[in-house]
């Protein structure tokens, strides 16, 4: 499973994410957003969107969507769900400050979570 954004970054997570299942898994490639936000926080959100499909579809993975009040209860669930053994996400090259060790935080919290699953962070 990627755990992807709206950010044009989101391919190499997606292509880390092929090379991780090895072509003998299935590729699940996520975006949640919180309920009420925009999905892509971008004015341009269906190109986002169809940028994401692409990327997902010419790897031979699927794009799902999701939209829920709590991110991280709804990625945990869709791991669950999916029976998910590996999941890729982004990680910023300063992780000290901000949104980016908030970023980090929901990665362990995740963790702790799906104990069984291998947590790939790049």
Do not use: W
């Not at 936000?37 to 169809?50: C, K, L, R, S, V």
């Not at 991110?71 to 053994?85: F, I, M, S």
């Not at 090259?93 to 980090?104: F, I, K, S, V």
């Amino acid at each position: 499973m990627v755990c992807v954004t709206g950010q044009r970054q989101c391919e190499r997570l997606i292509m880390h994410g092929r090379d991780r299942c090895g072509g003998d898994r299935s590729l699940h490639v996520v975006h949640c957003a919180k309920t009420g936000q925009n999905f892509m926080n971008t004015p341009y959100e269906a190109d986002a969107i169809e940028y994401l499909f692409t990327c997902a579809q010419v790897v031979g993975g699927q794009l799902s969507v999701l939209r829920a009040d709590n991110v991280e209860n709804a990625l945990v669930e869709y791991a669950k769900h999916a029976g998910v053994g590996i999941i890729v996400m982004g990680a910023s090259h300063d992780t000290a400050t901000g949104a980016d060790a908030q970023q980090e935080n929901i990665a362990i919290r995740m963790q702790r979570q799906l104990p069984h699953v291998e947590f790939d962070i790049i």
